[in-house]
């Protein structure tokens, strides 16, 4: 759910407008709207880049203030940003507030704070830094850069407290086609940068062998759920996921259209039945990657690496499939869908993985639903229009895979 970098051709586009401050939050003023050339919100290097080559200036983009549009992306989008010189700016006359949900790279001096900790940690591994920074995005849910070595560049991340278990699970993951764990400090990470490129795009034979590379991590923790929970994942089995999936349902209900209600009434008394029929068929619990698609990989035709651990949880592993699925598309799903159900039978012998996945693909749009209802409970209202309509985008979607009726 870091991603929102797909391209598709025709969105609308974006201007950024900036209100300035100093580094310790006396505010400078404001600078007109200018084009940035990408879309999306969060996509924070062409504002830079425009802010530098408009007005001459650096900043560090700190947060969201408002947006033209109710979401994302495109449109006139006004954000906060850090300017430490001299900046042309005009006058503002805004208030800004202050809220106990805002995390500290959003706030001026915070992401000062995060380089000065990643650097400290690049020259402790004999590293020299070799040119300034670059800001790459910056969002209610990540801070990200890119940071020049005289060696190879390293990327830091930082995330809020409920992506904060990301760094242990890399750590817990270290040797397998994950990223490289440099650092950790709570949601602060250092990693170091992946050669390849971003597999949005990629082929038949990759998607195979990415969906061969999570099951390959996700067998090792078969019976392990609670060296798992341990790490600070979320818990996504049964127990869990019922009373969740019942609230998001509760509190969406007036986003939602009167035949996706009754059938989302239908889906919810049955859930006891469904997941009873899912423990049936015979797959344990374990690792869940959360937000398995193609572009949150990185890589080759020799190798690849699963990217972006923040939405891990524990529950069933085919929660993973749904998404992958429906980022595909086409008749390559089948395939992909065949390559699931092969390699489980092999790691569970007498499971019906087939039958798994079909009864969950509603519940895993359900847990979608559930994750965006968190993030918009964990986050400042500032930010909600960047989720603000989905849990009922994926409640609708949970109708839909429901509407046949009990499985």
Same mark, same amino acid.
Not at 10 to 39: F, I, Q
Not at 130 to 155: E, F, G, K
């Given at each position: 759910?870091?991603?929102?970098?797909?391209?598709?051709?025709?969105?609308?586009?974006?201007?950024?407008?900036?209100?300035?401050?100093?580094?310790?939050?006396?505010?400078?003023?404001?600078?007109?709207?200018?084009?940035?050339?990408?879309?999306?919100?969060?996509?924070?290097?062409?504002?830079?880049?425009?802010?530098?080559?408009?007005?001459?200036?650096? $900043?560090?983009?700190?947060?969201?203030?408002?947006?033209?549009?109710?979401?994302?992306?495109?449109?006139?989008?006004?954000?906060?940003?850090?300017?430490?010189?001299?900046?042309?700016?005009?006058?503002?006359?805004?208030?800004?507030?202050?809220?106990?949900?805002?995390?500290?790279?959003?706030?001026?001096?915070?992401?000062?704070?995060?380089?000065?900790?990643? @650097?400290?940690?690049?020259? &402790?591994?004999?590293?020299? #830094?070799?040119?300034?920074?670059?800001?790459?995005?910056?969002?209610?849910?990540?801070?990200?850069?890119?940071?020049?070595?005289?060696?190879? #560049?390293?990327?830091?991340?930082?995330?809020?407290? !409920?992506?904060?278990?990301?760094?242990?699970?890399?750590?817990?993951?270290?040797?397998?086609?994950?990223?490289?764990?440099?650092?950790?400090?709570?949601?602060?990470?250092?990693?170091?940068?992946?050669?390849? %490129?971003?597999?949005?795009?990629?082929?038949?034979?990759?998607?195979?062998?990415?969906?061969?590379?999570?099951?390959?991590?996700?067998?090792?923790?078969?019976?392990?759920?609670?060296?798992?929970?341990?790490?600070?994942? #979320?818990?996504?089995?049964?127990?869990?996921?019922?009373? &969740?999936?019942?609230?998001?349902?509760?509190?969406?209900?007036?986003?939602?259209?009167? %035949?996706?209600?009754?059938?989302? @009434?239908?889906?919810?008394?049955?859930?006891?039945?469904?997941?009873?029929?899912?423990?049936?068929?015979?797959?344990?619990?374990?690792?869940?990657?959360? %937000?398995?698609?193609?572009?949150?990989?990185?890589?080759?035709?020799?190798?690849? !690496?699963?990217?972006?651990?923040?939405?891990?949880?524990?529950?069933? #592993?085919?929660?993973?499939?749904?998404?992958?699925?429906?980022?595909?598309?086409?008749?390559?799903?089948?395939?992909?869908?065949?390559?699931?159900?092969?390699?489980?039978?092999?790691?569970?012998?007498?499971?019906?993985?087939?039958?798994? &996945?079909?009864?969950?693909?509603? $519940?895993?749009? &359900?847990?979608?639903?559930?994750?965006?209802?968190? !993030?918009?409970?964990?986050?400042?209202?500032?930010?909600?229009?960047?989720?603000?309509?989905?849990?009922?985008?994926?409640?609708?979607?949970?109708?839909?895979?429901?509407?046949?009726?009990?499985?």
């Amino acid at each position: 759910m870091d991603s929102g970098d797909e391209r598709p051709s025709r969105l609308p586009a974006r201007t950024a407008r900036l209100v300035l401050v100093t580094p310790d939050g006396v505010v400078v003023g404001c600078l007109p709207p200018v084009e940035v050339s990408t879309p999306w919100w969060q996509d924070i290097g062409p504002v830079v880049q425009a802010a530098r080559d408009r007005h001459g200036i650096d $900043i560090t983009v700190l947060r969201l203030l408002e947006a033209e549009l109710d979401r994302p992306p495109g449109g006139c989008v006004t954000y906060l940003a850090e300017v430490a010189g001299p900046a042309p700016a005009e006058p503002w006359d805004g208030v800004l507030d202050d809220h106990p949900l805002r995390p500290p790279y959003a706030r001026p001096g915070g992401p000062a704070a995060d380089i000065r900790w990643a @650097e400290a940690i690049i020259r &402790a591994r004999g590293l020299i #830094p070799t040119d300034r920074p670059a800001q790459l995005r910056s969002w209610n849910l990540s801070s990200i850069w890119r940071l020049p070595t005289d060696h190879v #560049p390293v990327w830091l991340k930082v995330v809020p407290p !409920f992506f904060a278990h990301e760094g242990k699970v890399l750590a817990a993951l270290a040797g397998e086609p994950v990223p490289t764990l440099l650092g950790n400090d709570g949601g602060r990470t250092l990693l170091a940068e992946i050669p390849g %490129d971003d597999l949005y795009a990629a082929a038949l034979p990759q998607l195979l062998a990415m969906v061969a590379l999570l099951v390959g991590l996700q067998r090792p923790w078969l019976g392990r759920v609670n060296q798992l929970l341990a790490l600070g994942l #979320p818990d996504w089995r049964a127990p869990a996921l019922r009373p &969740a999936i019942e609230d998001v349902v509760e509190r969406s209900t007036d986003a939602l259209p009167k %035949d996706a209600r009754q059938i989302l @009434e239908r889906f919810l008394s049955d859930l006891p039945r469904r997941f009873a029929e899912i423990a049936a068929c015979g797959i344990g619990d374990t690792l869940v990657h959360g %937000d398995f698609h193609p572009g949150n990989f990185r890589g080759d035709w020799d190798r690849l !690496f699963l990217l972006d651990w923040g939405d891990s949880g524990v529950g069933h #592993p085919l929660l993973d499939q749904p998404a992958f699925l429906e980022r595909i598309g086409g008749r390559e799903s089948e395939a992909v869908r065949g390559q699931w159900t092969r390699l489980w039978l092999e790691a569970a012998p007498g499971s019906d993985p087939a039958r798994a &996945a079909t009864l969950l693909a509603p $519940i895993a749009a &359900a847990r979608q639903a559930v994750i965006y209802q968190r !993030f918009l409970d964990s986050i400042e209202p500032a930010e909600h229009p960047y989720h603000r309509a989905d849990p009922a985008l994926w409640l609708q979607r949970t109708a839909e895979l429901a509407r046949p009726g009990p499985v």
